[in-house]
T-cell receptor, first 114, second 112 residues
Framework: DGGITQSPKYLFRKEGQNVTLSCEQN?????MYWYRQDPGQGLRLIYY???????QKGDIAEGYSVSREKKESFPLTVTSAQKNPTAFYLC?????????????FGDGTRLSIL | GQNIDQPTEMTATEGAIVQINCTYQ??????LFWYQQHAGEAPTFLSY????GLEEKGRFSSFLSRSKGYSYLLLKELQMKDSASYLC?????????????FGRGTSLIVHP
C-alpha cells in the first residue's frame, strides 16, 4: 500500500541538540510539506518542497532546516536555535499542481524537551 | 494571506446532526478542504469544494459559498467515533504556491 511514513513516533531533545525527523513517501508525489501543530493553533507550515533539490520557507521556518535530495524523502532538522520545539510534527505530500487531490499525512512525530 | 475562522469546540448527541462552519478571507480562492483528525493521529481527507454548492459523501456533506467566503461541514447520524477535530483548509493563488492554509480546527465532542 502506498503511504507516508514518519519516524520516530516520539522524540526527546536535550538542550543545545539538533534532532532530525524522518519523512518518507511512496506515493510518487512531487510535493512534500512539514507542519507543526500546537494545542489550539491548528497546522502551521514550516517548509515545503515542490520538486527535488528545491524547497521554500513556510510561515514558521526559523530554527528549522530541511533537505530534498530524493523525491521520496523530506527530513526536517529541529536545530538548537528553535527555542520552543515541543510540538506535534506532521509531514504531508501531494501532487504538485492544484487539483481536487488532498494532502496525505503521516502519523506524526511528537517532540519533547528533556 | 488568508484569515480562516472556525468555532473552537462543539458538542452534539449521538444520532443527531451537527454543522461545523468555516469562514475565510482570501485574495484568490482556489479550493477548500475538510479533514478529520483524531487526537494524536494524522488528519484524514473528508471533502473538497471549489464550486458553490453541496458535495455529499455518505453521512458527511460539505457546502461552499464563494461570494460569502463560507463553508460548512454537515455530519449526520452522529456516532461516538465522530468525536475528533475537524480542520478547514483553504487554498489560494496568492504567491503562486497553491499551498492550503489551515484553520485552527473545531473539536467535536459526541456524547451518548
Amino acid at each position: 500500500d502506498g503511504g507516508i511514513t514518519q519516524s520516530p513516533k516520539y522524540l526527546f531533545r536535550k538542550e543545545g541538540q539538533n534532532v532530525t525527523l524522518s519523512c518518507e513517501q511512496n506515493l510518487n508525489h512531487d510535493a512534500m510539506y512539514w507542519y507543526r501543530q500546537d494545542p489550539g493553533q491548528g497546522l502551521r507550515l514550516i517548509y515545503y518542497s515542490q520538486i527535488v533539490n528545491d524547497f521554500q520557507k513556510g510561515d514558521i521556518a526559523e530554527g528549522y532546516s530541511v533537505s530534498r535530495e530524493k523525491k521520496e524523502s523530506f527530513p526536517l532538522t529541529v536545530t538548537s536555535a528553535q527555542k520552543n520545539p515541543t510540538a506535534f510534527y506532521l509531514c504531508a505530500s501531494s501532487i504538485s499542481t492544484p487539483s481536487n487531490q488532498p494532502q496525505h499525512f503521516g502519523d506524526g512525530t511528537r517532540l519533547s524537551i528533556l | 494571506g488568508q484569515n480562516i475562522d472556525q468555532p473552537t469546540e462543539m458538542t452534539a448527541t449521538e444520532g443527531a446532526i451537527v454543522q461545523i462552519n468555516c469562514t475565510y478571507q482570501t485574495s484568490g480562492f482556489n479550493g477548500l478542504f475538510w479533514y478529520q483528525q483524531h487526537a494524536g493521529e494524522a488528519p484524514t481527507f473528508l471533502s473538497y469544494n471549489v464550486l458553490d454548492g453541496l458535495e455529499e459523501k455518505g453521512r458527511f456533506s460539505s457546502f461552499l459559498s464563494r461570494s460569502k467566503g463560507y463553508s460548512y461541514l454537515l455530519l449526520k447520524e452522529l456516532q461516538m467515533k465522530d468525536s475528533a477535530s475537524y480542520l478547514c483548509a483553504v487554498r489560494d493563488t496568492s504567491g503562486g504556491s497553491y499551498i492550503p492554509t489551515f484553520g485552527r480546527g473545531t473539536s467535536l465532542i459526541v456524547h451518548p
